[in-house]
């Protein structure tokens, strides 16, 4: 009688498996608070260099237009002169700034 030879493949055993997916998701749940506090970190340096640069572009409008004319300085004002451009203003639309005679300040 012939003796029958079962071929014996090669894999990872369920418990090996089990346990990888186990360390990935624990390395994730000690990852992922660290990557979100660094982002909320990076949009408020954003946010903070947005508000310096637009308090510096509205001072350079001021000094270039000190005629005495008493013109308001607006957003139109400042895109048309070349100080802004209209992604510095849908910029600071999404970050809530508003100008305020001559200042930058948060709205909302």
Do not use: C, W
């Amino acid at each position: 009688m012939k003796k029958k030879q079962f071929s014996r493949r090669r894999g990872f055993t369920l418990i090996e498996v089990v346990t990888t997916l186990f360390i990935i998701g624990l390395l994730v749940v000690l990852i992922y608070p660290n990557v979100a506090s660094i982002r909320k970190a990076a949009e408020d340096r954003q946010r903070t260099a947005l508000m310096h640069t637009l308090q510096s572009q509205i001072n350079m409008y001021h000094i270039a237009h000190e005629d005495g004319n008493g013109q308001a300085i607006t957003l139109a004002n400042l895109m048309n002169s070349g100080y802004l451009t209209n992604a510095q203003v849908q910029q600071m639309t999404k970050a809530h700034f508003e100008i305020k005679g001559d200042k930058v300040v948060q709205g909302k």
